[in-house]
């Protein structure tokens, strides 16, 4: 059970990732972003959901 929890948070944080890279937020601040959501996984893709940039498709 702990693989498979392990592997959905995995696939959220690059998915999050992903959404700051395509953000229009400077370059210093989807760094700190990532970073925040790569050392603290739960943590950091919890506090993104609610504070974080987002992406902006099309």
Partial sequence: MNYILGIIIFALDVWAIA?????????????IWILLVAVL?????IIWWFAGPKANYG
């Fill in 19 to 31: 959404s700051i890279i395509n953000t229009n937020e400077s370059t210093g601040t989807k760094i």
């Fill in 41 to 45: 996984p739960v943590l950091g893709l």
